[in-house]
C-alpha cells in the first residue's frame, strides 16, 4: 500500500526566506505525485503535480518541486516566501496499482506560517 | 460559475443520529470523493465513486454510507456506527486531462457531534 510522510508538521519562517517542505512516499513503482494547498479560509486547490517526464516541476506562485526516485522523495521548495503563503501545504501520491480510480493517498500536512 | 458545493458550511448533531451531507458538482466530472481531514492527520479517503451507481470503499469507510445517482450529486450520510463522527468532510471530483486525473475540492463540511 503506499503511504506519504510529511515530517515537517509546522514551519515557521519570515518573509523572503527560502522554504523546502519534505514529502517521501513508501511505494517502488511507477506513481504520480502532488502538492496541495489550503490558504485559511480557502478551498484545497492544485499547486503543483509529478507526471512523467522532467522531474523538476513548476507550479503556482513561483513553488517547485523536484521528483528524486532514488530517495522516494517530492520535496517543495520556493526560493523566497511571502506572507500570503501561509497555508498548510499537503503532499498526495497516486500509486500505479491505483492508476484508473485515481486514489490519493495524502500526507499529514504542514502547517507554514510566515511572518511579515 | 463551475464549481463543488458543500453544504451545509457547518453540521451540528446529537450523538446516536445519521446525518447527510451534500455534495453537488456542475464540472461534468465523471469520479468523485469523501475525504475526512482531521488536525495532524491530514485527508483520508472514505469513499469514491468513478460512474454512477458505483462506489468504493475508501480507507475508513466503516461508519459512513454514500449514493450516487446522479452524476452530479454524492451525498456521504454519517451513521450513528461511526466512532468519531465529529471532523471537517471534504467533497472532490476528478476529471481525465489527457492521461492524467486532477482532483478538485469543495469548500467542506465541518461536522460537530456532541
Known amino acids: 500500500a503506499q503511504s506519504v510522510s510529511q515530517h515537517n508538521h509546522h514551519v515557521i519562517l519570515s518573509e523572503a526566506a527560502s522554504l523546502e517542505l519534505g514529502c517521501n512516499y513508501s511505494?517502488?513503482?511507477?506513481?504520480?505525485l502532488f502538492w496541495y494547498v489550503q490558504y485559511p479560509g480557502q478551498h484545497l486547490q492544485l499547486l503543483l503535480k509529478?507526471?512523467?517526464?522532467?522531474?523538476l516541476v513548476k507550479g503556482i506562485k513561483g513553488f517547485e518541486a523536484e521528483f528524486i526516485k532514488s530517495k522516494f522523495s517530492f520535496n517543495l521548495r520556493k526560493p523566497s516566501v511571502q506572507w500570503s503563503d501561509t497555508a498548510e501545504y499537503f503532499c498526495?501520491?497516486?500509486?500505479?496499482?491505483?492508476?484508473?480510480?485515481?486514489?490519493?493517498?495524502f500526507g499529514t500536512g504542514t502547517r507554514l506560517t510566515i511572518i511579515p | 460559475d463551475g464549481g463543488i458545493t458543500q453544504s451545509p458550511k457547518y453540521l451540528f448533531r446529537k450523538e446516536g443520529q445519521n446525518v447527510t451531507l451534500s455534495c453537488e458538482q456542475n464540472?461534468?466530472?465523471?469520479?468523485m470523493y469523501w475525504y475526512r481531514q482531521d488536525p495532524g492527520q491530514g485527508l483520508r479517503l472514505i469513499y469514491y465513486?468513478?460512474?454512477?451507481?458505483?462506489?468504493q470503499k475508501g480507507d475508513i469507510a466503516e461508519g459512513y454510507s454514500v449514493s450516487r445517482e446522479k452524476k452530479e450529486s454524492f451525498p456521504l450520510t454519517v451513521t450513528s456506527a461511526q466512532k468519531n463522527p465529529t471532523a471537517f468532510y471534504l467533497c472532490?471530483?476528478?476529471?481525465?486531462?489527457?492521461?492524467?486525473?486532477?482532483?478538485?475540492f469543495g469548500p467542506g463540511t465541518r461536522l460537530t457531534v456532541t
Open positions: 498526495a501520491v497516486n500509486a500505479r496499482e491505483n492508476f484508473g480510480n485515481e486514489k490519493l493517498t
Open positions: 472532490a471530483s476528478s476529471t481525465r486531462t489527457g492521461s492524467f486525473y486532477e482532483q478538485y
Open positions: 465513486s468513478q460512474i454512477v451507481n458505483d462506489f
Open positions: 509529478y507526471f512523467s517526464g522532467d522531474p
Open positions: 511505494y517502488g513503482g511507477t506513481v504520480n
Open positions: 464540472l461534468n466530472h465523471d469520479a
